[in-house]
């Protein structure tokens, strides 16, 4: 295991929501769990007007965030806590002079020993990533002569490849690569990192894990929830932007990749890399017609309640024509995967919250009990994301009584039955990583490069093609009616339910 130095977290953006409802919240769990090192201490800054303990008694003692778990706990030990965090005002812009910033940081690292390690956290828009950058390296707070420094930015990276080359050059003129983490939270979730162990340290999956053995491969990531407050951001992205370049491709290169030579992080990052530009692009319009759909959903009554329609939502355009559903269907060229498919699919307004991997594996070329009732009925090996996480195998048991009858049966496992783990958040795994400086479940520079490379065409012909279409559904259902059309042969999406081992076929919606 890793060694967690002495260390100061300093966090931009400090007043904001990501910090009270994920960020405290995630350290508050690291302390009660003796993650964090012996000498460590936050420093928020904003530009909101707060004193230490006006900050202390915003983001701990007055959080609803951290309700559940101060109820009960010891005074002493949510005052040792809460007396980590600090709180620097930086004025009315983010633009401005650093020399108190930095006065304060030397003086709360020469109090609490941190050894002048930092990590600098932007939870702040992207287009304030290079000014906070260049005012940290104009008073020397990036150099790593004295400690070592690492900052972590947010999503979204980029609007398409050509902002995020921009970006990634801006963040390079002040930081070396290894110094930066770029951060997704999917990946920080148990159940995506247990895609790597599920495939390399089992004999009963590695080898079927090619085109001899998998028929396609479907990942769904449906929210019930619409776009809430977020519709003037949303408006601008869209589901293809916001879910699908980011989350969704992470997990893809991770189904994907080839075998790493070690656990390390660069090896890792290597292979993923590989398998996102082994992706086939997209460019001519029929091929971008025939294997993309994007639909938006509509008004409709769901579970007794009015829910609106995406353009009757605050913030977005009465006209948009912004996807809130999207599903891909794409191969990859490489030995491994030649002509298997995968569909990737992302939207809002679904009748349930779920993300899960489905490994659809061949029928037996030899079907002796084709005519028993087990014909289309694809062994499968279910990957749950959340909620309800674990994996589930389908597989063909034969129904007692006589003649051969066969019928499905499920082999499971849930990380809730894991009664004496603890099961880290996305957001504490990742900051804790980032403090080890362990860069495994971060992405590098040319992997966010890669993921728009495929993304950016797909987005343009959505622009401006001819034949493109948006498809409406009504919210509470899955997706637009010609969404199974993408499906090669008589295979249509599964569409699960809130648990993991619910059978398809019909909808939950609560």
């Known amino acids: ?39 460590f201490v936050v420093l928020g800054i904003s530009r909101s007007n707060l004193s230490d303990e006006d900050f202390r008694q915003r983001v701990v003692y007055d959080s609803q965030y951290l309700k559940d778990e101060l109820n009960g706990a010891n005074d002493a030990f949510v005052k040792g806590f809460a007396d980590m965090l600090y709180y620097e005002d930086l004025g009315d812009n983010y633009d401005t002079d650093y020399s108190g910033l930095r006065a304060r940081i030397e003086k709360l690292s020469s109090a609490h020993g941190t050894g002048s390690n930092m990590i600098y956290y932007l939870s702040t828009p992207p287009n304030l990533y290079e000014i906070i950058a260049k005012n940290l390296s104009d008073q020397d707070l990036t150099r790593e002569e004295n400690g070592w420094k690492r900052i972590i930015v947010e999503k979204p990276f980029g609007y398409s490849l050509e902002t995020a ?43 079927l894990w090619n085109r001899n053995y998998i028929h396609h491969v479907e990942i769904t990531n449906a929210e019930s929830v619409g776009v809430e407050k977020r519709g003037g951001y949303y408006d601008k992205s869209g589901a293809l932007r916001d879910m699908f370049q980011n989350h969704l491709l992470q997990i893809v290169s991770l189904v994907v990749m080839e075998p790493p030579i070690g656990p390390n992080a660069e090896e890792i990052r290597n292979e993923k890399v590989k398998a996102l530009k082994s992706i086939r692009i997209m460019r001519d319009e029929e091929t971008l017609y025939k294997n993309t759909i994007r639909g938006q959903y509509l008004a409709a009554d769901v579970n007794g309640e009015q829910v609106k329609g995406y353009r009757e939502e605050d913030g977005v355009d009465p006209e948009s024509t912004t996807e809130t559903y999207a599903a891909i269907k ?16 992302t939207a809002k307004r679904m009748p349930t919250k779920v993300t899960e991997v489905v490994i659809h594996f061949k029928t037996p070329h030899h079907q002796i009990f084709k005519d028993a009732g087990f014909a289309n009925k694809d062994n499968k090996l279910i990957i749950r994301v959340q ?58 520079a040319d992997e966010v490069e890669a993921a728009w490379e495929f993304v950016d065409p797909i987005l343009d012909y959505w622009a401006n093609g001819k034949e493109v279409r948006t498809y409406g559904y009504s919210a509470g259902m899955w997706g637009p009616q010609n969404a199974d059309d993408l499906i090669e042969g008589l295979y249509m999406w599964r569409n699960p339910g809130k648990n993991l081992a619910d059978d398809p076929g019909f909808c939950v919606i609560n």
Do not use: C
């Open 387 to 444: 909620p309800d996480e674990g994996m589930l195998m389908k597989f063909g048991v034969k129904v007692p009584g006589q003649g051969f009858k066969v019928e499905r049966a499920n082999l499971d496992f849930y990380y809730s039955s894991l009664t004496d783990t603890h099961v880290m958040t996305a957001y504490e795994r990742l900051l804790l990583d980032a403090m080890q400086g362990d860069a495994t479940l971060y992405a590098r």
């Open 1 to 39: 295991m890793n060694k967690t130095e002495n260390q100061m977290l300093v966090i931009f953006g400090a007043s904001g929501d990501l910090t009270a409802r994920k960020l405290i919240p995630a350290i508050f769990n690291l302390y009660k769990g003796k993650h964090l090192p012996k000498n």
């Open 165 to 207: 080359k921009e970006l990634n050059d801006a963040l390079h003129k002040y930081f070396e690569e290894p110094q930066i983490y770029r951060i997704d939270h999917y990946l920080g979730k148990e159940t995506v990192q247990n895609l790597l162990v599920t495939r390399f340290a089992n004999s009963i999956f590695e080898p």
């Open 330 to 345: 794409f191969f990859v060229d490489n030995w491994r995967w030649a002509d298997v498919p995968f569909y990737v699919r």
